[in-house]
């Protein structure tokens, strides 16, 4: 079952991929999402989603995104890990105490991994804050009247 989500989610990557090719942004987002939503796995259809929010300049909804996919992805680790568990129960007891004890284990009791895509989503969720926090204020800039013309005076004191 697994394995037909990955194809279904490769499959609405693809089309979601040739959308974007063609210029329909909107349509490539929709598809991106769906393709995550089938399997929060598929990193590449993150990746494409977060991309196309920085190439918009939606830094808000850029933010939300990594965040729902950090949560995800997260959310599968954990998922995947207790599969294993129920799996192998005799091999996690008895090295349980060991993983512990070399501080292998994390506070919630899943074995700290080293996930590069997490990393490189919480580095550019933290970038993405600091630079929202930090921005200065757009000026707004003044609408510039047409200095009445000095000559036209002139005349008027004339006549």
Do not use: C
Request: no cysteine; net charge positive.
């Amino acid at each position: 079952m697994a394995e037909r989500k990955d194809i279904r989610s490769k499959n609405q990557y693809l089309k979601a991929y040739e959308l974007e090719r063609a210029g329909d942004i909107t349509g490539a987002i929709k598809g991106y999402q769906k393709a995550s939503k089938t399997n929060p796995t598929n990193i590449q259809a993150w990746n494409r989603q977060m991309i196309l929010f920085r190439k918009s300049k939606s830094k808000l909804q850029e933010i939300s995104l990594i965040k729902t996919a950090i949560f995800q992805y997260k959310k599968y680790i954990e998922k995947a890990h207790k599969a294993w568990l129920e799996e192998n129960r005799e091999k996690a007891a008895s090295t349980h105490e060991l993983a512990t004890v070399l501080g292998m284990i994390e506070p919630s009791g899943i074995p700290l991994g080293e996930h590069a895509i997490l990393e490189k989503w919480e580095t550019r969720l933290y970038l993405l804050e600091y630079r929202i926090k930090n921005a200065r204020p757009k000026k707004i800039k003044a609408v510039r009247r047409a200095p009445k013309p000095k000559a036209s005076k002139k005349l008027a004191k004339r006549e």
